[in-house]
């Protein structure tokens, strides 16, 4: 399997790169503007085939392209290669607006190839060990009561439609596990504050109740560290996590101690190993589970809708 990777940026270099570069019988192909950037990192993974020109790529006999670009770019990246017939992986947002996300989707629909999003957080190995119907619904063992995702950051209070698309989407994605809410439905709270000459989206909350269950995600980019905690709740269980590695669980009003295995690589414990697994499933398969479009677009359309509610508040 021949797979191009186009743009080697921090987050392709930090995050992807250490996990695919592990994996058997992938020939990987290198594509970035930056000639440096790329003459380091090819050398450093012993890739031979490498392109500064996205478009070069057509004739290179590639099985599928992953996309790791800035989020104004991958429209017109995925489009192209969705156009040749290709499998796209591009990291979340698909784009930084639901129209061009439903256009993108229409393409592959057309093109009858898989559009995969990187949403890592579906894929945590503590979470899916221990809370049922949250990473996977169907392996859900007991209802879902409430479930709340806090992703935190500090002195980095933004744009509101990037605020939104390219962070705030993480907390909404990884508690919208039903993937059929209503934008009406949702409870929208947030607070700006006014940086230079603009006033800037300081902190995001959104609620809504669904199926018996209560569901939050809650962003503050003027809080006092940077920080990400998940809580759940079933019938007398609850669980809390302040990491990707460990946790509590009470019951019977006793609290356990929840953690991975000390070996276990620290991308692996954010997910990166098991999602980079199912896109290699999914580009052998040549499609990918109806499940999972629908959500990719479902959390992109609850995106566009808190945009234009905090906008029209402004």
Not at 105 to 123: H, T
Not at 204 to 213: I, K, N, P, S, T
Not at 283 to 303: D, E, I, P, W
Request: hydrophobic share 40%; aromatic share 10%; proline share 4%.
């Amino acid at each position: 399997m021949k797979i191009a990777l186009i743009g080697l940026g921090d987050i392709a270099i930090k995050a992807h790169l250490p996990v695919l570069s592990q994996l058997p019988n992938v020939e990987w192909v290198f594509c970035t503007r930056n000639r440096e950037r790329l003459r380091q990192l090819a050398k450093q993974y012993h890739v031979t085939e490498t392109y500064t020109d996205y478009r070069d790529l057509a004739k290179a006999g590639i099985d599928a392209v992953m996309i790791h670009s800035a989020t104004s770019s991958h429209p017109t990246l995925a489009a192209f290669f969705l156009r040749l017939g290709l499998p796209v992986f591009v990291d979340k947002p698909l784009a930084d607006s639901y129209e061009q996300c439903e256009r993108l989707y229409d393409l592959a629909e057309s093109k009858q190839v898989p559009l995969f999003m990187g949403f890592n957080r579906r894929y945590i190995p503590l979470y899916k060990q221990h809370l049922p119907g949250v990473t996977d619904k169907t392996q859900a063992s007991a209802p879902l009561l409430s479930l709340r995702w806090e992703k935190h950051r500090n002195d980095l209070p933004g744009e509101i439609r990037t605020f939104v698309f390219d962070d705030f989407i993480h907390p909404l994605d990884s508690i919208n596990v039903n993937a059929n809410i209503e934008p009406d439905d949702l409870y929208i709270t947030y607070q700006s504050t006014v940086t230079g000459v603009q006033p800037l989206l300081g902190r995001l909350d959104v609620q809504w109740q669904q199926e018996g269950a209560l569901f939050h995600a809650s962003m503050n980019r003027q809080h006092g560290a940077t920080v990400e905690t998940v809580s759940a709740n079933y019938e007398n269980v609850s669980y809390r996590f302040d990491s990707f590695t460990e946790g509590s669980c009470w019951r019977h009003n006793a609290e356990e101690r929840l953690k991975l295995a000390d070996w276990t690589p620290m991308l692996a414990t954010k997910g990166f190993h098991a999602m980079a697994e199912h896109w290699l499933e999914v580009v052998s398969a040549g499609k990918q589970a109806l499940c999972f479009t629908q959500r990719n677009l479902h959390s992109h359309r609850l995106a566009e809708y808190l945009v234009s509610q905090v906008k029209r508040g402004e």
